[in-house]
């Protein structure tokens, strides 16, 4: 499993703890001592989950995790809060602010990860390397393979990472500017048709196998992908 994961710690020990342990597993980390610079790095790109220390320098975590849970752009990305505080009502406190996950400190390195990952599968399954299923298609993010039964289809990196992206958020609509931010990245400047031009290279290599009908137009909000 491959996930970009902002920290946002401000003890250089357990920062670096983190950080190593993360990396070990597989992660690509972002470091952050206080909420102004973490602010900062999730308005240049969005990671894919925020690892966020309670107690910080300036504004606190718990602050910081409502700012961003009251920002459209930032308000489902998952956060996991990071406390010394073990009291029940700390806990019950972090999950009203819209966390994810509550890890109390002193954890286990290993604990850590499984909770992150456990996370990532439920709330951001495409940057996890689970392989997913639909409608015939199979798709492995580990070996970076699509194979309707025996035959494998072969996409550009682009369409695949837009077939992973709906492949693991089926029967929902996905618009233009979604799409963008989740499979483009967002703040990166593209056009919104461009979605369009990879939308039709998507379904022209998925038509050797019948498999294009899976994506489907919905005029006016944008795509979606269903087996029904
Ligand atoms: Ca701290």
């Known amino acids: 499993m491959s996930a970009t994961i902002l920290v946002v710690e401000d003890e250089p020990a357990i920062q670096a703890l983190i950080e190593v342990n993360l990396r070990r597993a597989g992660h690509v980390v972002h470091l952050a001592a206080d909420a102004e610079t973490a602010r900062r790095l999730v308005h240049e ?25 009251s920002e459209a752009r930032t308000r489902s990305l998952p956060i996991i809060m990071l406390t010394a505080r073990a009291e029940e009502r700390d806990k019950v406190k972090g999950l009203e602010l819209g966390a994810d996950d509550y890890v109390t400190k002193p954890f286990s390195p290993r604990e850590l990860v499984a909770r992150i990952k456990a996370v990532l599968r439920r709330q951001a399954p495409q940057a996890t390397e689970d392989a997913v299923e639909l409608g015939g298609l199979r798709l492995d993010p580990a070996t970076h393979r699509i194979t309707a039964g025996a035959v494998e289809v072969n996409l550009g990196p682009t369409e695949f990472r837009l077939l992973h992206f709906m492949m693991t958020h089926p029967e929902r609509v996905h618009g233009r500017s979604q799409l963008l931010d989740q499979v483009w990245g967002d703040h990166v400047f593209v056009e919104e048709r461009t979605v369009d031009v990879h939308i039709r290279r998507l379904r ?25």
């Open 45 to 69: 790109a969005l990671p894919d989950l925020v690892l966020l220390d309670w107690m910080l320098p300036g504004m606190s975590g718990g602050d910081f995790a409502r700012l961003l849970r």
């Open 204 to 228: 022209a290599a998925l038509e050797a196998t019948g498999h294009d009908g899976l994506i489907q137009t919905v005029r006016g909000s944008g795509y979606r992908i269903s087996a029904t």
